[in-house]
């Protein structure tokens, strides 16, 4: 130790050498460990390399398909026209960018709220000057009942969205007023939509993660709102609304109501429709609206050709007699019945492309 002490600097400058060394020695092992991974990946991208040039056999016996120039610029012509069809495909979808239906962007809730309660007065109006039934106990709120029953209350998201519908109910409500005969009974049972105001994003873990779905804790009123069980909304793809209109008339009425659906250039369809009869409460409601169809007025002007294929009558004279009764008169086969009416419409949009995220660590512009 005394000689250590003697040679104090001799001896620490020996130990420094010793730990340079020793730190050399370690870079030198990380350099070569290094180089070993570099090299080993500089194979493998070399070996992958050398596979792309020289093509891979999709097919057996056809002739490999390899990374050349010709490949890659009938590639890059592959994704021009995939992206073209994906193009033509949502037009075809959305239809007419002129005839979109759009919600304000500037409603507020106490500006939609005022519009909810103006349209459903409107649509009310309407019905009543064009001699179309509603409901006496309960007029349908077309859609709006949660608002329409409770003084004060009005939507607290997704202005625009709803503002959509209601202008989307007020074209449903129009084409079916328009769709119905002159004097051919209609009552208007209820327009139902699906209440995306109360939709939220369904967490991870649980069905539908990452979709919209109803808020499980709010109170819904299901007078006039319903969730949708059949859509045409694809996930990331297409956009879907839904709607139910419920009426009761004949079938004349919903024949041209879901012709002018159909040639209205919308992007509405037509996911389903639910024929019933009439209860008898509603017969009776629009017993003397009935009496008015222009079918009932011709039964007792034609001449009979079916004989008693339905009822006990009189068979027919053969021909060539000459009848009784120089009264022609028809045999009515098929009475026509009020019918209850369900049309499912969805409204179809193509969701807003948004652009990439910017790679990591890019600077945001």
């Known amino acids: ?3 250590f002490k003697k040679n104090l600097g001799f001896n620490l400058l020996l130990i420094a050498l010793a730990a340079a060394f020793l730190a050399g020695c370690a870079i030198a092992y990380l350099a070569w460990r290094g180089g070993a991974s570099s090299a080993l990946l500089l194979q493998r991208a070399r070996i992958e390399q050398s596979a792309l040039l020289r093509g891979h056999a999709f097919v057996p016996g056809a002739p490999a398909v390899s990374l050349n120039e010709d490949n890659v610029a009938k590639a890059a012509d592959d994704v021009k026209a995939l992206e073209a069809h994906l193009g033509s495909l949502r037009v075809a979808v959305s239809g007419n960018p002129e005839l979109a239906i759009k919600g304000k962007p500037s409603a507020n809730s106490a500006e939609l709220s005022a519009l909810l309660r103006e349209s459903v007065d409107g649509w009310r109006k309407l019905a009543a000057d064009n001699g179309i039934k509603l409901s006496p106990t309960d007029p349908t709120a077309f859609g709006f009942h949660r608002y329409i029953h409770n003084q004060g209350t009005s939507p607290k998201r997704e202005f625009q969205k709803v503002d959509q519908q209601r202008q989307v109910i007020d074209f449903l409500v129009r084409q079916l007023v328009e769709s119905r005969p002159p ?3 209609l009552l208007f049972e209820s327009v139902d939509r699906e209440p995306v105001e109360t939709f939220v994003l369904i967490p991870e873990g649980k069905p539908g993660a990452g979709t919209y779905g109803p808020e499980p804790d709010v109170a819904r009123d299901v007078i006039d709102e319903f969730i949708a069980a059949r859509t045409f909304e694809r996930r990331d793809l297409v956009e879907c609304t839904s709607f139910r209109v419920r009426f009761v008339g ?8 879901v012709n002018k659906i159909r040639n209205s250039g919308r992007p509405l369809v037509i996911s389903s429709i639910d024929v019933g009869v009439a209860t008898p409460e509603v017969q009776k409601l629009l017993a003397s609206a009935s009496a008015l169809a222009p079918a009932a007025a011709s039964t007792a002007t034609a001449p009979s050709v079916i004989g008693n294929f339905f ?18 008169k028809r045999v009515l086969v098929v009475p026509r019945k009020l019918s209850t009416f369900i049309v499912q419409v969805d409204y179809l949009s193509i969701p807003e492309e948004k652009p990439p995220a910017p790679a990591e660590g890019e600077p945001k512009k």
């Open 1 to 3: 130790m005394q000689n």
């Open 183 to 185: 004097g051919s009974p």
């Open 250 to 257: 004949y079938t004349p009425t919903l024949r041209t109501f």
């Open 311 to 328: 009822r006990d009558e009189p068979v027919a004279a053969a021909a060539g007699a000459k009848s009784a009764s120089t009264e022609d």
